[in-house]
Each structure stands twice: as C-alpha cells, then as structure tokens.
C-alpha cells in the first residue's frame, strides 16, 4: 500500500428533488461503480441529514455516504471528479458533496 493515500467520502441523497426514494438498486449501482474501479469501498446507509440554503429556500437531505481510500495521485482525483459529475447528472441533483482529504493509516 502507497504511503500516501487520500480519503474520499461523497454523499448521495436518499430522496431525489420531488421527494420519491431514490431506488436502492440505484444506490447500489453508485458504490459498485467504485468497488469495481478501486475494489474496495465503505457505505453508511443510514441517513445523515444535511441542510443547506438554496435561493431563499432550507432544503433538509437525507444521504448515504461512500467512503473511500486510495493512492493519492491525479488520476483518482479526476476519476472520482468525474464519477461526482456523473452520479449528480444521474440524480438529477444540484450537487452532490464530494469532499477528500490526505491520510495516513497506521
């Protein structure tokens, strides 16, 4: 395993905009898309709730998160950009969160 390895965790509603669920098969199509690229991947399903602001508007989430550790090198971080990209398209959503951060495990 690289010394240097970067986190990444993005969430994915539960719900889409017109507060249908978002079907688990789809769901689940999401994280195996990234246990198929880096063959490993955490998934919480319970709801973490966000709140967010959008044109004067409180908007009040429910999302799983994917958590995933790999090489820290650029083309992870595009592949994960684009994989952000995709799943917002295919989510019909304004964004999703996408956050990562380098870490060192012992």
Do not use: C
């Not at 889409?16 to 789809?26: A, H, I, R, T």
């Not at 429910?62 to 992870?76: C, M, W």
Request: zero cysteines.
């Amino acid at each position: 395993m690289s010394s240097k390895l970067r986190r990444f965790e993005i969430l994915l509603p539960r719900k889409f905009n017109d507060e249908s669920e978002v079907p688990q098969k789809l769901l689940g199509l999401a994280l195996s898309e990234i246990v198929d690229k880096f063959g490993a991947a955490s998934f919480e399903p319970t709801a973490v709730e966000g709140f967010w602001w959008h044109e004067g508007i409180l908007y009040v989430d429910a999302l799983s998160r994917i958590v995933i550790d790999v090489e820290d090198i650029d083309e992870n971080r595009q592949w994960m950009r684009d994989y952000k990209a995709r799943w917002k398209e295919k989510l019909d959503q304004l964004d999703l969160w996408l956050v990562s951060y380098e870490i060192d495990v012992e």
